[in-house]
């Protein structure tokens, strides 16, 4: 099939696109390169042998993306394009409405005018908020996310559950995603974050190679055994894998399905900290700090639904998602 990636550049994005490519699908990828480097491009191309096509833009201007996918022939599209700071949105919630609710409007008005039927939506478990039950299964309220960033998942889930009433041939996959983490075994691909990393892993591997001094332990005081947030670490490798087997299940017209991916194993911030310790022979300066307002406790999925329905599941651990990660930031120390 023939695939618009939007956001395509992107983490998630790029190691999808090496994945589609090696199981015999052609993309072409949209993104306005607004936290992403076109230098991606050449990288999926190096891994995969191929000529990428791909186009900058702000996938909010309709007309410019019609075009682009009539003259691409596009079957099917993989929508990751958007902003995903947690703590920016609190500060600038109206840009996270307006780009991430703006640019999925945008390409459901053009799936519709092209008659493009598939489309898989890059969710996150974060539309859970605090969970109702763990583990945490697709029948669980998902209506409940503690800032803007997560509303956005969660009004463009809804949005796109309206289109496809609307329009009952579209069949549209809503993925949540746990916490991707880890990097492509080449080292060639990775997460590159700007400025100081939110998430746990990228700054695990900037603590290691000397670009931090240490990693703070956002508390202690949680009701877990050792007392620190227990999660659900998915490789981004395996991750890239659900996207390929969402697809798949699309061409059987399935309507709106939506699936969990995770490992369905819970790792707690100590746990992750040793695991990235032993399978890379680094040693981490940490300290316990202060918890970080918004956490929840624990958050793991069971994976079951994904399993049965898409025939898939990670095969990742943590430890390879520590080493894969360290991999890339030791060939990548200044990011792309
Ligand atoms: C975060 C976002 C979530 C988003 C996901 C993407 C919040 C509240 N949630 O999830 O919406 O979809 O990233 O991957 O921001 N930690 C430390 N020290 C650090 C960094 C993290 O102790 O320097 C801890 C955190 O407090 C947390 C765990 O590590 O307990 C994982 O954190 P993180 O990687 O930010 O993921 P989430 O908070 O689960």
Redesign the pocket.
């Known amino acids: 099939m023939k695939i618009l990636l939007t956001g395509g550049a992107g983490y998630i994005g790029s190691h999808t696109a090496v994945e589609l490519i090696s199981e015999g699908h052609d993309v072409v990828i949209v993104d306005d390169f607004s936290n992403s480097k076109e230098v991606v491009i050449n990288r999926i191309s190096e891994i995969t042998g191929t000529q990428i096509s791909y186009h900058r833009l702000d996938i909010r201007d309709t007309e410019t993306l019609v075009g682009i996918c009539r003259d691409e022939a596009i079957e099917a599209a993989i929508h990751f394009a958007g902003l995903?700071a947690?703590?920016e949105s609190v500060e600038d919630p109206l840009r996270y409405y307006d780009v991430n609710l703006g640019s999925s409007v945008s390409l459901c008005k053009a799936m519709v005018s092209l008659n493009i039927r598939h489309l898989v939506f890059s969710s996150?478990?974060?539309v859970y908020g605090e969970p109702e039950r763990i583990p945490l299964d697709e029948e669980c309220r998902a209506s409940d996310?503690?800032?803007p960033?997560?509303r956005t998942k969660i009004i463009i889930e809804q949005i796109l559950k309206d289109m496809q009433l609307a329009n009952p041939d579209m069949n549209i996959a809503l993925l949540r995603?746990?916490?991707?983490?880890g990097a492509h075994l080449s080292g060639k691909l990775g997460e590159d974050p700007t400025g100081i990393?939110?998430?746990?892993?990228p700054?695990?591997t900037q603590v290691a190679i000397g670009k931090r001094s240490e990693?703070?332990?956002?508390?202690d005081d949680y009701p877990t055994p050792d007392g620190?947030?227990?999660?659900d670490y998915i490789h981004v490798q395996d991750l890239a894998r659900g996207h390929v087997a969402a697809l798949a299940k699309l061409r059987s017209d399935c309507g709106v399905v939506t699936y969990n991916l995770g490992t369905g194993q819970g790792q707690s911030?100590k746990e992750?900290v040793s695991a990235f310790e032993r399978s890379t022979n680094q040693h981490l300066n940490r300290r316990i700090?202060p918890?970080?307002p918004?956490?929840?406790p624990v958050?793991y999925t069971d994976p079951s639904l994904a399993e049965r329905e898409l025939n898939w599941k990670a095969t990742l651990t943590i430890e390879d998602i520590c080493r894969d990660a360290w991999h890339w930031q030791q060939e990548t120390p200044g990011g792309y």
């Open positions: 995903k947690v703590g996150s478990a974060t996310a503690a800032n960033y997560g995603y746990f916490n991707p983490a990393p939110n998430n746990l892993v700054f695990l990693l703070v332990i956002n508390g620190t947030c227990i999660r911030v992750v700090g918890r970080r918004g956490d929840v958050s």
